[in-house]
């Protein structure tokens, strides 16, 4: 573990790899009752779901800006990226919205295990959240959840101006960015950076970080319901 995660620029502790090995062991015991990730995905938790939260780092060490940081995790499913970053940054408040209360249920467990102050998980759809989220957080995030141009959507609003989104991508992410083009340039957001590194699995094992700014307000009326987003992508 201390090994690979040298390759994120993350210099673990004695104390940090005990904590993630008892979250590994939490999260696997809990998962044969309660199905958060396939079987197969199980047998590589850390390398395919914690080690690519914790990619996070790449980002994070470049643009970090301040002590204090408020972030939003959409469409946390088990709790990734949203639980290693907690576990890892406790200078990061993190809010973990899914939408299937199982999941949401399984973090706030973890949450009370780990004595986790700095996570607040959060049942809803998306575009149901409460208005006065909106141009509220630091950064967002999102892991593996929809095409970018919904994704793009279902985010920026959620930001202050001046911060970032953080998408998680494969690297076959380039026409997703293409036909995400009038979603930007709606949305008031820019690409920034692409951060590209490799998962420690044999198979599709490259990944990306797609950076993007929010340069000005977003329209109050995004994002739109989740039917007109998927029907009518911007």
Known sequence: MKEKLQKLNIE???????LFENFIKFFLDYNEKVNLISN??????????IFDSLAFNLFYEKYKQQE??????????GGFPALPIAL????????????????????????ENFK??????????????????????DI????????????????IP?????????????????????????????????LIDKIEYTLPIEIENRRVLLVFKKTKQTSPVYPRKNGVIKKQPL
């Open 140 to 155: 967002v995030t999102s892991r593996a959840m929809a095409e970018l141009r919904m994704i793009l959507e279902y985010s």
């Open 12 to 18: 673990f502790d004695e104390q940090n790899i005990i």
């Open 40 to 49: 197969n995905d199980s047998k590589v938790l850390f390398e395919k779901h």
């Open 88 to 111: 890892l940054y406790k200078n990061i408040n993190v809010s973990a919205v899914d939408s299937i209360k199982k999941k949401i249920h399984f973090i706030e467990l973890a949450a």
């Open 116 to 137: 986790l102050q700095n996570i607040k998980p959060l049942c809803y759809r998306i575009e149901d959240l409460p208005s006065n989220f909106k141009s509220r957080f």
């Open 68 to 77: 204090k940081v408020k972030l939003l995790d959409l469409g946390t499913g």
């Open 158 to 190: 959620y930001l202050k101006v001046g911060g970032y989104f953080v998408a998680y991508k494969s690297l076959k992410a380039e026409e997703e960015l293409e036909n995400s083009k009038n979603a930007m340039k709606i949305l008031n957001v820019e």
